[in-house]
């Protein structure tokens, strides 16, 4: 029987998706990005769930794209045609990112070893990025004669600045974990032996809040990066409107005035 390429796991209402292609340092193929995808989406219409954890089986996270496969490896025959990798991107990459952009709860990535190309893409599109302090980034498009893709041109210079992220993506080097922090690139670096349980820890914490709360502010914060300040005061407003008629908001209070634990609901 084969190994499924997304290994799946729940405790209380985190799931955890492990890549698992370790043989590979978990590098994407077509099956394995279908496979992903897949996993999410079943998770964005289950209301058991309230945060997912994505991680790496293995010692990497996720290598990226693996250059062997069909979708993109150039067929070396003369006269052939060259691959079309926008295609590949609009089929795979693409849907990805909006989906892990879209879910209704929280997602971390627990950066349990290298993260590199679209494997590095991938993390930094999830909610908190935590990384074993033996992890690293490296933005490997240009090694191959590409550009960095799966949202990376969008996501570095918001997140570490303009040259900072010229310099990660033009050189390729490998960013450490601990540099990685220290730069504004993830949230935080723990020690390798912690991070399943660290980032576990922060999971449950995250499913035990609003929800909708959660993912509007997500929304918020990304809207907030391309428009001007009035279009978020507008936007904030918006989102405030339809959270104050739900059902979190009014537990929330409820449970402030009476110094309990809220039960939040609402997805």
Excluded at 6 to 33: E, W
Excluded at 147 to 157: I, M, R, S, Y
């Amino acid at each position: 029987m084969t190994e499924p390429l997304i290994q799946s796991s729940q405790t209380g209402a985190v799931r955890t998706l492990t890549l698992a292609r370790p043989q590979a340092l978990n590098s994407f193929t077509g099956a394995m990005l279908e496979a992903l995808l897949h996993a999410l989406d079943q998770i964005a219409q289950d209301r058991g769930v309230r945060c997912v954890v994505l991680t790496g089986a293995g010692r990497a996270f996720c290598a990226g794209q693996d250059l062997s496969d069909p979708l993109v490896a150039p067929d070396p025959a003369p006269g052939a045609p060259a691959k079309d990798l926008g295609t590949m991107i609009e089929r795979f990459y693409t849907p990805l990112v909006r989906r892990l952009r879209s879910m209704p709860v929280p997602v971390v990535a627990a950066v349990n070893g290298v993260a590199a190309g679209a494997g590095a893409s991938l993390a930094l599109n999830c909610d908190v990025v935590m990384a074993a302090h033996t992890a690293s980034f490296v933005q490997a498009f240009s090694k191959i004669g590409l550009v960095p893709d799966t949202g990376a041109t969008w996501l570095l210079p918001r997140l570490v600045g303009r040259a900072q992220a010229l310099g990660l993506a033009l050189l390729g080097d490998k960013l450490g974990a601990e540099q990685a922090e220290r730069i504004g690139l993830i949230w935080k670096c723990v020690d390798a032996a912690a991070l399943q349980d660290e980032a576990q820890a922060l999971a449950q914490r995250l499913a035990a809040m609003p929800s909708k709360a959660l993912a509007m502010t997500r929304q918020a914060i990304d809207q907030a990066q391309t428009v001007p300040m009035e279009q978020a005061l507008e936007n904030e407003t918006a989102l405030q409107r339809e959270l104050g008629r739900a059902h979190d908001y009014l537990e929330g209070v409820a449970a402030f005035a009476a110094k309990r634990a809220p039960a939040f609901s609402d997805r």
